[in-house]
């Protein structure tokens, strides 16, 4: 069994910024093998690819955060990361991050089996 968990949300005025972890886990869980993504879904509106990041370490961004969201992992520390900067209102929404061993679209949330269980980001103007 794969075990995800974000944190890091919170809330914060436009324009600032917040970090988001993941931490996969789990005694089969693969992780260097994972590709692993970070969704989001706002009130009312569907949940939707925020940046996904494969096992070679390649991202894939979609285009309402690129250039203001970095994504990332740790190996080592079976930790995945989103840096996000020069937050807008428009980002507000749960985040979830979700990996699983094989992705053929790194943005589409049916590829993935594993998610966690949110973190709210809140963006105030």
């Known amino acids: 069994q794969v075990q995800v968990a974000e944190s890091g949300g919170g809330s914060v005025q436009a324009g600032g910024s917040l970090r988001l972890s993941c931490v996969v886990s789990?005694?089969?869980?693969?992780?260097?093998?994972?590709?692993v993504a970070w969704f989001r879904q706002a009130q009312g509106k569907e949940r939707e690819g925020v940046a996904a990041?494969?096992?070679?370490?390649?991202?894939t961004y979609a285009d309402s955060v690129k250039g203001r969201f970095t994504i990332s992992k740790d190996i080592a520390k079976n930790t995945l990361y989103l840096e996000m900067n020069n937050l807008k209102p428009e980002d507000t929404a749960m985040y979830y991050c979700?990996?699983?061993?094989?992705?053929?679209?790194?943005?589409?949330?049916?590829?993935?089996?594993?998610w966690g269980q949110g973190t709210q980001v809140t963006v105030s103007s």
């Open positions: 979700a990996a699983d061993l094989w992705v053929g679209h790194p943005l589409a949330d049916w590829e993935y089996n594993y």
């Open positions: 789990g005694s089969t869980s693969y992780y260097d093998r994972f590709c």
């Open positions: 990041i494969d096992s070679d370490g390649i991202s």
